[in-house]
């Protein structure tokens, strides 16, 4: 029979018909999953995928038999290790699942699952507390993104009895989050192409995209951390203001989309993305609550509520470049350290940007919250190890 852990992982109780992995629910800034330590889960990445599908309940579309929230947002997991590289304090995996479907990537980034990495690692040990704040080195393995998250870490107690541990009540709002937290704060390092070749992988700030039906269209087709495509909204015959439910709704739209993302990531080198997560598709209009630009984002096909984070950065990278599809309706604002506030249905993202002398964008820093909702094992049918095997107790097999 496979034998369902590897390494350090706790020995199945024996001969169950499920098997329990430990397992940390996060809530990382607008996005929530399940976190493992890498050592949890098979290491074979067939196996481990088939587990992560069991987690999630996919592809259900309503991941009833699991615990996603049968939305992209909520289908995703993290996977968490210590690292072999001296100056990597924690390697992260984010892992995209969906409701309605098999898929499991690894190739695109999340940071706001990456906003949950460092609570994780100090509340399961893997990290120990530095002073009133923890600043952490993470790779994130899907891209090779490095970055620098800060936590943080106040004294508990007194005397003896005191220890550092991981604030979570605070005075930050993120839109798209309920209430207030803690702030958890993210800087980017080397973000440009992280899964196309370069930050312009067209070599062009704006391309004309030519649709199978012979529709043109302009876009900005880049990758500061999230590949992208970028279109204005009045282009697509929209206003970019409309609400998520309206564009979920919107069919027409949708399968426009989906023709200038196939086209659009041929262009920039990213292959047949029929079944991938990536491009993320993004209306831009000019903003209208006082922030830079204002977008209605696609991840790809179902309209978010927000704006993912490496997107938010992408998108204030293209309001600072001069000849993007963002030029003339976007306030790029001035200066070598800039924050632009990318507009989205549910309020605004701040980016931080610093940028060279020649307005090249340099780093980005930005703002998340984080949470762990609940800890203990996820029971994983022990058929997904070994779908011929009869399950103990019953006649039942699983192929
Ligand atoms: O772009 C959604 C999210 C994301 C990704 C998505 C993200 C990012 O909001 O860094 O955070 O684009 O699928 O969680």
């Not at 990597?88 to 906003?115: E, K, R, Y």
């Not at 977008?295 to 984070?309: L, N, Y």
Request: proline share 7%.
């Amino acid at each position: 029979m496979t034998e369902p852990f590897t390494e350090a992982g706790r020995p199945p109780r024996p001969f169950g018909a499920q098997v329990p992995i430990p397992a940390w629910l996060m809530r990382g800034g607008t996005s929530r999953g399940p976190f493992f330590r890498a050592s949890d889960l098979p290491r074979d990445i067939a196996v481990r995928n088939r587990v992560l599908l069991a987690v999630m309940g996919s592809p259900h579309p309503l991941q009833v038999d699991g615990v996603g929230g049968g939305h992209p947002l909520t289908s995703k997991a993290g996977i968490v290790s210590g690292s072999d590289e001296a100056e990597i304090d924690l390697d992260f995996t984010f892992v995209q699942l969906q409701p309605g479907n098999t898929s499991v990537q690894t190739t695109a980034n999340c940071g706001n699952m990456l906003s949950a990495v460092v609570p994780y690692a100090l509340e399961t040990g893997l990290l120990e507390p530095g002073g009133e704040t923890t600043t952490a080195t993470v790779r994130t393995l899907n891209t090779g993104l490095i970055s620098e998250i800060t936590v943080q870490t106040p004294e508990l107690g007194t005397g003896e009895d005191s220890r550092r541990v991981v604030a979570y009540d605070g005075d930050t709002a993120i839109d798209g989050v309920g209430g207030t937290a803690s702030p958890i704060r993210i800087m980017f390092r080397d973000t440009e192409g992280s899964v196309a070749a370069s930050l312009l992988p067209t070599g062009h700030e704006r391309d004309v995209v030519v649709l199978a039906g012979g529709r043109e269209l302009e876009a900005t087709l880049i990758d500061n951390g999230q590949p992208m495509i970028l279109v204005r909204a009045g282009d697509v015959g929209r206003t970019g203001y409309e609400s998520t439910e309206e564009l979920n709704a919107d069919a027409d739209l949708k399968a426009l989309l989906e023709d200038l993302r196939i086209e659009g990531a041929g262009l920039m080198g990213l292959g047949d993305v029929r079944d991938k997560s990536y491009p993320k598709m993004t209306l831009l209009a000019a903003p209208r609550g006082g922030g830079a630009v204002s977008t209605r984002c696609f991840i790809p096909h179902a309209a978010h509520e927000s704006i993912g984070v490496l997107a938010a950065v992408t998108v204030a990278t293209a309001v600072c470049m001069g000849g993007t599809v963002a030029h003339g309706l976007a306030a790029s604002g001035s200066g070598r350290q800039r924050t632009l506030a990318i507009e989205h249905p549910s309020g605004a993202f701040d980016v931080d940007l610093e940028l060279s002398e020649r307005g090249e964008v340099l780093r980005a820093g930005i703002t998340r919250t984080a949470r762990p909702l609940m800890s203990g094992d996820l029971w994983v049918p022990r058929t997904v190890w070994d779908p011929q095997r009869k399950i103990p107790g019953t006649e039942k097999t699983e192929s």
